[in-house]
Each structure stands twice: as C-alpha cells, then as structure tokens.
C-alpha cells in the first residue's frame, strides 16, 4: 500500500477494500485520469484514489474470446497483447486523452467501462456494456462484491455489470474485469463513398446499414472534417471485415446497392486497404477530425433518420468557421465542435441525448427525468449509502 | 422439493373480496379470472413438476391496466407474479397461492416498426417469433432465438435475458435491445432507454434484463432489429470423441472465424434424436458439431472450406454440408427436437443450463456422466459450443418415488462442476425457484445482499415475484419492508 500527495494507491483488492472501508470522506475515483475534465467534479473529496496500481492482465483465452485483468490496465497495453493472440477489445474503445488536454496520460480500461465507452463499432458489434462479462469491486460500504464471470451466457443474477458500466465510479470502485475479446479478421476494408450531397450521404449509412453486407461501422464527414483525414470532399465511409473472398464481394455489393438506392446522384465508390483502414478508424474514433481547441463539443444520439435534419439545425444555428461535425455509428451518432460557446438550452428542440464532453455547462449529462432521478438515487444508496465514491460526479442528485 | 414460502393467510382469507376489486379494475371484466378450473391453466410453467393455484389471473391488454392493477396490489400487499407464456424451465412463473398472476398474453401486438433506424416497438406478451415475422417481408429478423421461441413472449426474454443458437454472433436478449416501458409495484410507468444507445445515467435497461420479473413488469419493448444474411447453412461434423470436437471448436475460433452457430450433441443426444428425427446424424459419431454460417453463396463455401479443413486435422468420421433447403432443415430438426426426442427415451427429464469456459468442455463432460453413473441416471448434452452454454439432460421418472429428490440432487452436483471450473448456474434459462439455492454456490451473502438492495430500490415491500432467484433463508439485512418467510 502506498500513498504519496495524498493519492490512494491500492495494489490489490484488498487493499482496495481496506481504503474504502476506512474512508472518512468522500473519495475522488480515477484510472489515468484522462477523463477527469469531463464529467461533473466530485462534490469535496477528501481524498483521490486511482485504480492505477491495479493493472495485471491476468488471463487472456484467444479460444473462449475472453480477457481478465485489473481496471487499471492501459489500454494501449491490453490492445497490443490482445493483438499478439490474433484479438482486439470487441468494443473498440477511443482514446480521449489529446481532446481532454492530457496527450500524457494513458486510458485505462477501467476508465472506458466507468464511462461507457465505445468506438465507431458500437451500432453494429456492441459497446462496453455488451463485452463486459464479468466484474468484482469494492462499493462504498468497502465491501467486496462480484457479478457475472468468465463466460458469454450468464443469467445467474441480477446483471450488475451493466450498472457499473457507465456509472463513473459512483456505485463501487472496479477491482478487476473480464471481458469479450473479438478475433482481428483476415481483411478489413473501407468503402470510400463520394460525390453527394449531405443528406444522400446520410442516406446512405441507413441503406447500407439495412443491407445484408454486415457494416462494423459507418461514419459521414463533411468536407472540412473530411479534409483533415486527406480526402478531397465529403466523405462517407462504410467498413466491412472477414475472409477475403467475403469482404471483397461484400465492398462491390455495397457499391452497387448505393449506385441503385440514392436517386439523383450517383457515388462515386473506392476502397481503402487494411492498413489505411484501421488508421482511418482509429482517428475518427478519438476524434482528430474535430479536434483542435473546441470551446464545446456535444455528443448528440439522434435516430439514423434524424441525423441529417439535426445537422442541418446545427448548421443553422451555429455556423461559423469554428463548427465542426461529424456522424458516426451509422447516423445515431452526430459530433459537434465549435469555437463559441454552446450550452444545452441553445440545444433545445433537437431530437436525441445530448452529452457536453467540453464546455461550461456544469451538467454535462443529458438531464434525468424525475422518476429516474428517484430510482437512480436509490440505486446509488443501494450500492454506497453514505455517499463515499464519486459523489455528485454524474449528477448533482446522487 | 424445492421449499415456497408459507402463502400470507390474510391475503388468502379476502380471496374472493380481492378477486373482485381486482375484476373492477379490468377493462373488461372477462380478462379476471377467478374460476378454479380456469386458474389451473396457469398453475405450473415449463417446470411442471411444481404445481400451485394462484389468487387470481389478470390478463391486461393495455399498459395503464397494469398500472392500474399494480397500484391496488400495492396499497392492499398483494403479491404479484409476471407471466409470457410459461415457458419457464426454471420456475421462473410459478404462481403463489397468495398472488395475483399478471399475464401478458393479451398485448401481443406489434406496435411500430422503423426500418431505417432498424428497430421495432412491441407489447411486451408477442411472441419471439411473431417479431421475427412481423418483419421478414423487408428481410429483417430478432436475433435471439430460443428454443421456446415459437411460444415464449419478449416480456419472459426480457426477464430472464434468453439467448439462443445464435447468440455466438449476435449475444443475447440485452444486447438486442434499445428500450423498454416498465410498470412498477407502486403503479408508476417508467420508460427505459431509447432509439439512442447508451443513455446516459444508470443502464436500468441493462438491470432490467435478466432480473427475473422482480423489479417491474415490462408492458412494451424496443427491440434491436437487423438485416437478414443473404442466406445461412449449417454443416454436421462427426468426431470420435468428444475432445476432438471441442478441440475442433477453439481451434475454429481460434483462427477469427465466428460462425453464427456452433452445437455440440453428446453420443446420447445423437442417437435418440437420430432415432426420433432422422435427420441423418452419424450415429457411430461420439460426438457431433452443427456449425452454421452466413452471407451470399459465395461467402458461405469460403467459410465451408475454412472449416472444412480446420475438421480435417481431428479425424472426423464424418463431414456432410447440406446442399439444399431440405437437408439444411433436417439438420437443425435435429437439433431443435432433441429435447423432445427425450420423451421417447425416458418418461421424464430435467434440462440443466449451465455454462462453462469452453475449453472445460472434456473434463465437464466426463465428470457428468460420473454423476450420472453414481445417481444411476442417463445423462445427454447438447452444448451451444461456441458460448460455453451446456444443457445436460437428466433422463428420470418423475412417477419413481423420491426420483424427483434424486434429480435435483444430480442436478446440484452437476452445476457445481460447472462453477468449479470457471463457469455459472445458468446460462439463459434463469434461476427462478429451480437454482435459488444454487445461487449460493456463486456468490457470497454479502453479493446477494447488494442485488437485495438494489430489488428493494424498486419493490420496498418485496411483493413482484419475491419467491425467486434469492434463497429463501437469506434475510435482507437492513429491511424495513415485509420480507417473506421460508
């Protein structure tokens, strides 16, 4: 156990157990603290604990498609050792680091599961909450406590995993995770399409969403966005994995379907290889085509079919030469950035959550209705009744 | 026998009193019923072998009259007891004597369907397939896909987050959902996420899924709803034991191909579902494999291949695609009747629903048939292989006296195993009255407890389906609501 500048360092779960059972205050949760301007801050913490210390990887299966480890493992790390037995997370999580303003500090897994967070895959392979197949963790009673396990079926109880996905580590602090890993397929490809207009782009995420050729992800840029990852005008971009023989009939299918689908124009279609691919991704994942120095940006989750009239709003409302967009998940999924100051009220009557991840709106999350609010306050004094981790983090009711 | 708790003699008293509230309640009066007779279709579930005649059935048809039935239940401590279509293997809808019953089978319509945002809302009573169906013509489908689901409602899914054949690729009930419109035990409706994933807040509707019945009952869903393949085929593989199957099976996996499907049928399996189905399983196999994939023909004979010569290497006696529409169904009758083709063997059986680390899949299945040899019990497995979900079927004779004790016992005995190894109680059946006790071979007082906590945040006086999931001897520590008595 050791402890330097007043930061808790457990370095197992007992040790765990033991700082929170003996905390006489409330305590301030972090992994790397990549995230920490993000959400609300912890209402007076008397002191920070951070679950770095916790990091083992302590089994990686390639055949059950299923790793154990600390939450307090980089992701980085997990992804490369992943990557040596052929897998990667199946949720595919982003790193938020550079947009935070720590280019320093390494996300760590347990950091992604306590804000849900999912990579462009999400509307088609599934986020944190659908991977995460088992945790243990110590709740603000500093007791013990575990869900779940090793195996991808599992109803033996209620499903806390769940719960402790996306709670910001107000419900109990992870002391280890198991979760479903995916198998890096034989090719990966990227249909590039161009020549539209904005709304046909759009409408094309939904028609190739509705095919039969299995998208992993599909994302809009417009032309500004699309310029910052080298390409010439917007851009949608439509990605596909498997066998080779599969991806290849898959990428000239998709092709077709959209020369077919979209009246007006036709689009023009090409195909990014596998390493252009996973680059590609991987920026528009963590966000590089709107980074920059955002006074605001909002993660907004309208419907598919919303998406392109949202846009259309946002422009109208906002315009300028500091706006930024960018749609992922296939359309449920609408970035935006800008250089003025955008508060939830100057949101008001588009459709969908809105989350603010920069900005100066002291309730970054999308407001609760009042009987969430009863029920998720209860929850919370379900699991940490005298209000030790993360107080008031989340919201200012609990 | 599993032990029910003493029914509450003051609720039993006003029986007739409550049944007509109740009956007022209703839009139409028809939908209470109250005759013995009538009750007795809904005294049991798919575990039959336990039988008990409820207070009442209500079979609302909208969400306010479960509201409405809720909030009187509440006021008077009325117990109430959730019900699809009872097919529960678990005992997950077994009645009280003391409850209301609040059937689903009224709502079963479906409500909206949103291709372009690939999702449909749905009364919670439908039925798995009649989603599937209401869907098909634009070539869309509901991945989950139990084997009740020509009969089981999305309301049962839900509650006790059912998988299927094909959740190796497309999971389970919880992660083809979007929402849910929630009634509590005090009356209130709730609704529960939205078209949008990943609402911010607690993930309710992620705690909802899988919790039995016990912290609301779910009146409407959004389901995930996705594009079919262009088409799906499932090839037999026979091996000459039961370790090279399952060797076969990591090393498929193990190369980045996920088959949407991958079952496993034991030598028992095979042989009484060849004798009942003749689908044409090699019956000198010790162990078969059904792996299904999907996509255009072309991407289909790729996979064929991979696997093809991925069996190779662990001696196959035998390796048959089906090269059309009839034999592709004849393979998977197979398979989905094996449970049925039991009752030619044996009076009785009891399906077990643990799961396992896949790799476990040898040493599980000789330690099984060791239980079966000391209980004097045929045993067969059928194994979704790719989930490590395994369903051993204990074949007895529920009319032997003390047999059913026995079974139960053999049962525990085998879910053991599968814990010991890594694995859990069940894996998509649910724990109901059936692993109760089991529960504790998982997890600690101090885990049950904190899941307690969490079913009084929503059902204080611990009245919905209360008899389930948690042993009966384990008192909420700090309860201030009625707690019912082993």
């Known amino acids: 156990m050791t402890q330097s500048n007043d930061i808790l360092r457990p370095g197992s779960a007992q040790e765990l157990q033991a700082m929170i059972a003996a905390a006489s205050g409330a305590l301030a949760i972090e992994g790397s603290g990549s995230k920490a301007a993000w959400s609300r801050q912890t209402s007076q913490p008397t002191q920070s604990l951070t679950t770095a210390d916790l990091a083992g990887i302590d089994f990686f299966y390639p055949a059950e498609m299923v790793v154990q480890c600390g939450p307090g493992a980089k992701l980085a790390t997990l992804e490369s050792e992943l990557a040596a037995g052929g897998h990667r997370l199946a949720f595919d999580p982003p790193d938020y680091a550079a947009l935070f303003g720590k280019p320093d500090a390494q996300p760590t897994v347990g950091g992604a599961i306590a804000a849900n967070l999912a990579g462009s895959r999400r509307a088609y392979r599934g986020g944190p909450r659908d991977h995460l197949l088992g945790v243990q963790f110590v709740n603000g009673q500093g007791e013990a406590i575990k869900s779940g396990g090793r195996v991808m079926k599992n109803v033996s109880g209620y499903d806390l995993c769940k719960l402790m996905t996306g709670s910001w580590g107000t419900l109990g602090v992870l002391s280890q995770v198991t979760m479903k890993t995916a198998p890096l397929m034989e090719m990966r490809r990227t249909v590039v399409v161009q020549g539209l207009e904005e709304a046909q782009h759009l409408a094309a995420l939904i028609a190739a969403s509705r095919s039969p050729y299995d998208l992993v992800a599909a994302a809009y840029l417009p032309a500004g966005e699309a310029a910052t990852l080298g390409f010439d005008a917007s851009v949608s971009l439509l990605e596909i994995e498997g066998l080779e023989p599969s991806v290849l009939y898959r990428s000239e299918q998709i092709a077709t379907l959209l020369a077919k689908t979209l009246t007006g124009q036709a689009p023009s279609c090409r195909n990014l290889d596998q390493e252009q691919s996973a680059n590609l991704w991987r920026s528009i994942k963590d966000l590089a085509p709107v980074l920059g120095q955002p006074q605001c940006l909002w993660r907004l989750k309208p419907k598919p079919s919303d998406a392109a009239a949202v846009m259309a709003q946002l422009r109208a409302r906002f315009d300028g030469p500091g706006l930024k967009m960018l749609v992922d998940w296939g359309g449920n999924l609408v970035w935006l950035a800008s250089d003025q100051a955008i508060s939830r009220a100057d949101l008001a009557g588009l459709p969908g959550q809105k989350t603010q991840l920069i900005g100066s709106d002291d309730q970054p999350f999308e407001p609760l209705h009042p009987l969430q609010t009863e029920l998720q306050s209860g929850i919370k004094r379900a699991f940490d009744p005298d209000g030790r981790l993360n107080p008031q983090r989340l919201y200012s009711d609990f | ?486």
């Open chain 2, 1 to 486: 026998m599993i032990p029910m708790p003493a029914p509450d003699s003051a609720i039993l008293a006003k029986r007739t009193q409550i049944q007509e509230a109740l009956r007022a309640l209703m839009d139409r009066p028809s939908d209470l019923i109250s005759e013995d007779l009538a009750l007795k279709v809904y005294e049991t579930d798919g575990l039959s072998a336990y039988r008990q005649l409820p207070l009442a059935v209500a079979l609302p048809r909208t969400t306010e009259e479960v509201a409405r039935l809720l909030a009187y239940c509440h006021q008077q401590g009325i117990k109430v007891i959730g019900r699809g279509s009872g097919t529960s293997l678990a005992g997950g809808a077994l009645p009280t004597q003391d409850a209301l019953v609040l059937g689903l089978s009224k709502m079963n319509q479906v409500l909206d369907i949103d291709y372009d945002n690939r999702c449909a809302r749905v009364q919670a009573g439908v039925t798995n397939i009649n989603v599937s169906n209401a869907v098909e013509m634009e070539n869309f489908f509901y991945a989950p896909d139990p084997s009740s689901q020509l009969a089981c409602t999305i309301a049962g899914n839900v509650a006790m987050n059912s998988g299927g054949a094909h959740c190796l690729k497309y999971g389970v009930t919880t992660n083809n959902l979007l929402g849910l419109t929630v009634v509590l035990m005090d009356g209130r409706v709730v609704t529960i996420g939205s078209e949008a994933m990943d609402g911010d807040g607690y993930d309710l509707l992620g705690l909802f899924t899988g919790s039995e019945g016990m912290l609301g009952l779910v009146t409407e869903v959004l389901v995930r709803i996705l594009p079919k393949p262009e088409g799906a085929r499932p090839m037999l593989v026979g091996f000459k034991s039961e370790e090279l199957a399952g060797a076969c099976v990591a090393e498929i996996i193990g190369q980045g191909i996920v088959p949407v499907a991958i079952e496993f049928m034991d030598k028992p399996a095979i042989l009484a579902s060849e004798a009942f189905a003749k689908a044409g399983y090699p019956t000198d196999a010790q162990a078969l494999l059904i792996i299904e994939v999907e996509g255009s023909t072309l991407e289909i004979e790729a996979q064929e291949a991979r696997i093809q010569e991925i069996a190779g290497r662990y001696d196959p006696v035998s390796i048959k695609l089906s090269e059309n529409a009839a034999q592709a169904e004849a393979i998977w009758r197979g398979r989905k009747s094996a449970f049925g083709a039991m009752g030619q063997i044996s009076p009785d059986y009891l399906c077990m629903d643990g799961t396992i680390p896949t790799g476990k899949l040898p040493e599980v299945l000789s330690r099984i048939k060791q239980v079966g040899e000391a209980y004097g019990f045929q045993i067969a497995n059928i194994f979704h292989a790719g989930d490590g979900n395994l369903h051993p079927l204990i074949l007895y004779d529920a009319n032997a006296p003390g047999e059913i004790d026995r079974v139960e016992a053999a049962g525990e005995d085998i879910l053991k195993i599968c814990v010991e190894v890594g694995g859990c109680i069940t894996g998509e059946h649910g724990v109901g009255i059936e692993k109760r006790d089991a529960m504790m071979l998982m997890f600690n007082e101090t885990d049950l407890q904190q899941q307690m906590r969490i079913k009084r945040v929503f059902d204080p006086l611990w009245l919905l389906n209360g008899a389930k999931v948690f042993p009966l001897d384990i008192n909420p520590a700090d309860t201030k609501g009625q707690r019912i008595a082993a």
